[in-house]
């Protein structure tokens, strides 16, 4: 892939962000989807810290993190979700997770010598089971949902914290 | 003569008792604290002494011998458990010791009361944890899960959380006295910085610059667990400094200029100087202009009442975020001839400054970082930017250092807004005469994204949301340096270059070394006079915090609190930090 042709995919991945999804229809989820979930919650929350720029809802943020993006309203697919977190997204601070992202040209056909400044930085190496898992929790509790509630809240941080009492009606 | 020889019998039974019994440090006063070195053995206060300079007068650890010194003991900590934003608490504690009694906290408050009289290993005698809320403090720390240290007083240790609360424990059990609610982090404030105890007073600051706190100072009477006094570090409606928010409307009320590092005290004019944090929303300036003080600036204040005597701005209407929080060591110099009487800081703009503690007025400026663009200089009579236009409400500075509402995305930055200097303290040795400034080098951009309102000021943010008004970006690697500047010029008398950005600070000893931390997991020692580097140690993860030194029977250790957080800031460019892993240690050296 050329740089000018990966502008035009990185170009496009930015536009879907922007555009409001569909809510995702829910279905029941089986007892290993449930895992799955709290699997890829904890990953959102501690191991891969997604939440630090992200924010706990996913509802985006500015600061030291850079400017993150509401994964809320995102209208990425699944599989452009898996590819957004192995590869991050050159040109911002969204990072890689796949360890081997950039060795070969697996991410957009570009190594990080190709890449060098707009390289995406380097966050924390993920299995493909746990980047699956972090998207499962992502299209199970956030993408398309809207704005967050005291019991998403509740559920994300649990009870013995009053993290969630601005948000109690 | 009676009275000699009874005396004499009170004496001996003393001695006897002191012989049968542990020996129990005496309180902690006033007096004691003034003349903290008087007592290399004990590392008693935060920065060492009063006047912030982090120095110590043993020497059996010195140039010669430095080369045989090893590991005496290592004691495993906790704290580094995840909460809120972050993965890891973090340890930028600085120890204090006093009779061979090791004070360290965590990040997350718990402090840890070490015997390490035999000098052979160390045991936790006590340990406080203050079960901090750890999601609901953690979510408004803007950068890290941190707390930098107790204090001693009378037969208590004063301590902090991050969620705001101040403790007395009694110095022998660890058994709170009492707590004070003094941060609300209801409305993002947070604590982190080491008590300041001046008498019976414990000065304390807030944290929460990034989420639209309005700083402040606070003392309270350590005898009652009442505050006394609180002071904002950004002038109400009425006082004077409150006209340079020019916005109209009001938009101090969430203007930032917090308080995370521990002030220095001048017992000769009772004042204490207390560096002030940068202005909110961080790179959004034209959503506060004016020159917005007491943001990035130091103010001289009284102990007794909070009240401010003076101010100094460093960076008007700072779109930079660079924070002035760290450490204003006092020197007592000649400069030009004349004897002095200085304030001096390492400034997170990347100018070394020296003012007159008496009122404020400028000295001398220099710059100490290797690459700086954002003015091409200080004014020599005031201080302030060249390139500061004081017709202007919005500062410019030089073009592309910083971002706007026009041109969001700032080109290059240098230093970086993570400084220059940013909280990791510097050290001063007095007989070399040379201030150690540990830093951070290299640059890179920020970017402004237009700042709502708060919800009490008609807008959608509400409290303990980001107000940062935009973001940073770092895309190429920073690396760190270790200086030796003459204060009384700014000469840069030796220079040397770190591997990574410092953010653990330096310890000069009359050994004639500094000691020195790194992301790494090395533990450094210089020479002072030429900053060779003449010993390390590797941990094996990261060092954030600062090394002190202290002795027990005739024996002198350093020790320095090891691992925690690896910071992403850090490791996210320096692939050979990638796999190491957090720990939360107390390393103890010894010859």
Same mark, same amino acid.
């Given at each position: ?40 919650? /904890? ?107 005291? /019991? ?18 | ?160 959380? #991050? ?16 707590? #004070?609610?003094? +941060? ?66 009001? =938009? ?21 100087? *207390?560096?002030?944090?940068? +202005? ?59 004897? =002095? ?109 237009? *700042? ?23 895309? *190429? ?115």
């Amino acid at each position: 892939m050329t740089a000018a042709r990966l502008a035009i995919g990185i170009t496009a991945l930015v536009a879907l962000g922007w555009i409001f999804a569909a809510p995702a229809h829910a279905q029941t989820p089986s007892a290993e989807d449930l895992r799955a979930i709290d699997f890829g919650k /904890e990953i959102y929350k501690v191991k891969a810290n997604c939440q630090f720029c992200h924010k706990w809802d996913a509802s985006g943020d500015t600061g030291y993190g850079g400017i993150a993006l509401s994964l809320r309203n995102s209208a990425l697919t699944r599989e452009q979700f898996i590819e957004v977190v192995k590869c991050g997204r050159p040109f911002t601070g969204m990072p890689y997770h796949d360890r081997f992202s950039y060795t070969d040209k697996r991410c957009y056909g570009m190594t990080l010598d190709e890449l060098g400044k707009d390289a995406p930085p380097m966050g924390e190496f993920l299995s493909a089971r746990e980047i699956d898992a972090v998207v499962k929790y992502l299209f199970a509790k956030v993408v398309g949902h809207g704005p967050a509630t005291y /019991e998403d809240c509740v559920e994300f941080w649990g009870q013995n914290t009053r993290q969630c009492e601005p948000m109690k009606k | 003569m009676k009275t000699l020889a009874f005396a004499g019998a009170l004496m001996g039974s003393l001695l006897a008792a002191t012989a049968l019994t542990p020996v129990q440090a005496a309180d902690m006063t006033h007096e004691r604290a003034l003349a903290a070195g008087k007592e290399p053995n004990n590392w008693l206060l935060h920065h060492g002494n009063y006047e912030g300079w982090r120095f110590s007068q043993l020497k059996q650890i010195n140039t010669d011998t430095v080369k045989n010194l090893k590991v005496a003991f290592t004691v495993a900590l906790g704290g580094f458990e995840s909460g809120g934003r972050y993965k890891f608490g973090n340890l930028e504690g600085t120890p204090i010791v006093e009779d061979g009694v090791i004070y360290v906290t965590d990040g997350w408050g718990s402090v840890y009361a070490i015997d390490a009289s035999t000098g052979k290993k160390g045991v936790i005698k006590w340990k406080f944890d203050p079960g901090t809320d750890r999601a609901w403090a953690g979510d408004v720390a803007c950068c890290g899960v941190n707390n930098r240290g107790v204090a001693l007083w009378k037969d208590k240790v004063i301590s902090i959380a #991050l969620d705001g609360r101040l403790f007395s424990l009694n110095k022998a059990t660890g058994e709170m006295v009492w707590e #004070l609610k003094v +941060a609300d982090p209801t409305i993002a404030e947070t604590i982190t910085l080491a008590p300041l105890v001046i008498r019976d007073l414990a000065i304390v600051g807030s944290a929460g610059g990034e989420f639209g706190i309005r700083g402040w100072i606070d003392a309270t009477d350590l005898n009652t667990g009442k505050q006394v006094w609180r002071t904002y570090t950004i002038p109400g409606a009425g006082e004077p400094g409150n006209e340079t928010w020019k916005d109209g409307k009001e =938009r101090w009320k969430h203007g930032g200029a917090s308080v995370w590092e521990t002030a220095t005290y001048d017992p000769e004019s009772d004042t204490f100087y *207390q560096g002030i944090g940068n +202005a909110g929303p961080d790179w959004d300036p034209e959503y506060r202009p004016g020159d917005n003080k007491w943001a990035a600036s130091v103010l001289a204040l009284s102990p007794n009442d909070g009240k401010i005597k003076w101010g100094y701005q460093y960076t008007p209407n700072d779109p930079y975020d660079f924070d002035e929080i760290s450490e204003h060591p006092l020197i007592n110099a000649k400069v030009n001839g004349e004897d =002095r009487k200085l304030v001096v800081h390492a400034a997170r703009n990347g100018f070394f400054y020296a003012l007159d503690r008496t009122n404020g007025s400028f000295i001398l400026g220099k710059q100490y970082v290797d690459e700086l663009n954002w003015t091409p200089g200080l004014d020599p009579k005031t201080g302030r930017p060249l390139n500061y236009n004081p017709n202007a409400d919005v500062q410019e500075y030089a073009p592309g250092s910083h971002s706007s509402r026009a041109n969001p995305k700032g080109e290059r930055l240098c230093p970086s807004h993570f400084g220059g200097k940013n909280w990791q303290p510097s050290a001063y040795n007095p007989e070399l005469k040379l201030l150690y400034i540990p830093s951070v080098e290299g640059c890179n951009s920020v970017e402004t994204v237009e *700042q709502k309102d708060f919800v009490d000021q008609g807008g959608p943010i509400n409290p303990r949301e980001r107000f940062a008004g935009g973001a940073q970006k770092t895309t *190429q690697r920073l690396y760190g340096s270790l200086k030796a500047v003459d204060p009384t010029t700014g000469e840069i008398k030796a220079r040397l270059k770190l591997d990574y950005p410092n953010y653990s600070g330096a310890l000069a000893t009359a050994g004639n070394l500094v000691f020195l931390g790194h992301a790494d997991g090395s533990l450094t020692a210089h020479d002072a006079n030429t900053l060779q580097e003449v010993w390390s140690f590797n941990a094996g993860t990261g060092i954030n915090a600062p090394p002190i030194s202290f002795a027990v029977d005739g024996k002198q250790y350093i020790a320095v609190l090891v691992g925690s957080r690896q910071s992403p800031f850090v490791t996210g460019l320096a692939p050979e930090l990638k796999n190491t892993s957090t720990a939360s240690m107390l390393y103890v050296f010894g010859l």
